[in-house]
């Protein structure tokens, strides 16, 4: 039996395997599942092991369940975007109706080994903390956003027009519209600029974050549905494409947003703190400037800053982005499986589909694992 979970406002369909389920319902009687990390990949996850009836225990160091997503605003236009933002609340009332999940907030994993194909480890919260076992481990500790102040060149931090995209969302979220932090009227023009931390090889980062046109560009959108007279130019190496009706996106994009396929060297404070974006002109050679009242960063997705710990915990391999390593064969033999960001760049609806994905993957290791 196949089961349809379908958002009616987001296109997309995860479809679980109830076979597991069937198959699994004998050997999994005492099977625990620990997970790392209660965003949006933990989450799902979550809620695929109760509904294959395997009992979960999922740990969050934060203080509330859904990682960066929260930080979010909805894109819609005068149609949905289809940014993914509201699939957090279809999977936390998922999990809310789920049996079989222990949750555990402001929790972190103080000690964990690997022992005769079981998971022992010690945790700390607030009041105390206490030990467990496990005997299948599911990261899903997500990413880290790039520090905006790790390119100085843009003076993040020190000019009050100069924001982040992470900023934005939050700013349209809270207050559903975009001001300049100086003096809180609305900007009549904005630059994006792409790429801010990403494909970079100066920085060591030479991967593409995936996620960042997209939010850009549907956030750019948004703006000018609200107020159609801001000019917006978006400053671009290439577009990375997402969602399905990618080519049509664009169709409607270009024609109210300009496209400016060069990325800016420096940005420099002017009168009434405009930022100046300094940037090479069409034809290559000469460099141009030009003003703005807010310049966003598009910032990426970089490795989690836990890494370290598993990996010294475990001997798990990071792969030349930071990132656990996508060769998954070397971890599910040891009962070790990841979803979502911690396993490289992905937006919400992949981190979903893959959790899924995932938690199939652990019902059939618990299956045929060596007790
Ligand atoms: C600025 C910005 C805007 C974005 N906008 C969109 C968008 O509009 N649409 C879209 O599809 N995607 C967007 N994304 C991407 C989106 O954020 C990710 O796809 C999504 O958050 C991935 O979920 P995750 O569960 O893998 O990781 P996270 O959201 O990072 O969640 C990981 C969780 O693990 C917890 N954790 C970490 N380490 C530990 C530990 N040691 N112990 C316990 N808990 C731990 C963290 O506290 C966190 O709650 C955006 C990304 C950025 C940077
Ligand atoms: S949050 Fe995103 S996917 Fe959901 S309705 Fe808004 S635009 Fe559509
Ligand atoms: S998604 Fe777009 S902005 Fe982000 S790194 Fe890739 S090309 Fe650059």
């Known amino acids: ?29 005492n099977s625990k599942v620990l997970i790392i990390g209660g965003g949006i990949a933990g989450i799902t996850a979550a809620v695929a092991l109760s509904r294959l009836k ?57 000690d964990l080994t690997l022992d005769a194909n079981k998971f022992l480890y010690t945790f700390s919260r607030p009041g105390g903390g206490g030990e467990g076992r496990a005997e299948a481990l599911l990261l899903a500790t997500g990413f880290t956003p790039f520090r905006a102040e790790d390119k100085p060149q843009y003076r993040y931090g020190i000019l009050p027009n100069v924001i982040t995209g992470l900023d934005l969302e939050r700013q349209l ?9 100086s003096n809180h009227t609305l900007p009549t023009s904005i630059a994006f600029i792409q790429c801010v931390g990403s494909r970079d090889p100066h920085l060591n980062h030479p991967f593409c974050s995936r996620v960042c046109c997209a939010y850009a ?52 404070k002017g009168d009434n703190d405009q930022v100046w974006l300094t940037f090479q002109d069409d034809d290559g050679l000469s460099s141009r400037k030009q003003a703005f009242d807010l310049a966003i960063l598009s910032v990426g997705i970089m490795p989690g800053s836990d890494l370290e710990f598993f990996k010294d915990k475990l001997g798990l391999p990071l792969n030349g982005d930071g990132f656990l390593s996508e ?45």
């Open 173 to 181: 979220k809270e207050t559903g519209s975009v001001v300049r932090p």
């Open 327 to 371: 060769a998954n064969e070397i971890f599910s033999s040891k009962g070790i499986f990841l979803a979502g960001t911690v396993r490289g760049p992905k937006g919400i609806a992949g981190s979903i589909t893959q959790a899924y994905r995932t938690a199939e993957e652990v019902a059939a290791y618990l299956k045929t694992r060596p007790v």
């Open 217 to 268: 560009l549907r956030m750019a959108n948004l703006i000018k549905y609200k107020n159609p007279q801001t000019e917006i130019a978006v400053f671009y190496m290439d577009i990375q494409t997402f969602g399905k009706d990618f080519s049509l996106f664009m169709e409607k994009t270009e024609k109210q947003i300009r496209f400016i396929r060069t990325i800016p060297g420096e940005i420099q």
């Open 54 to 110: 395997i009992a979960v225990t999922l740990i969050e160091k934060a203080t509330a369940l859904g990682g960066m997503v929260p930080n979010y605003c909805c894109k819609a236009t005068d149609a949905c975007q289809q940014c993914g933002v509201c699939l957090l609340n279809d999977s936390l009332q998922a999990l809310s109706q789920a049996s079989n999940v222990e949750v555990h907030l402001q929790t972190e994993v103080t």
């Open 1 to 29: 039996m196949v089961v349809e979970i379908r958002n009616p406002k987001f296109k997309s369909i995860f479809i679980l395997n109830h076979n597991f389920e069937h198959n699994l319902k004998v050997n999994s009687k």
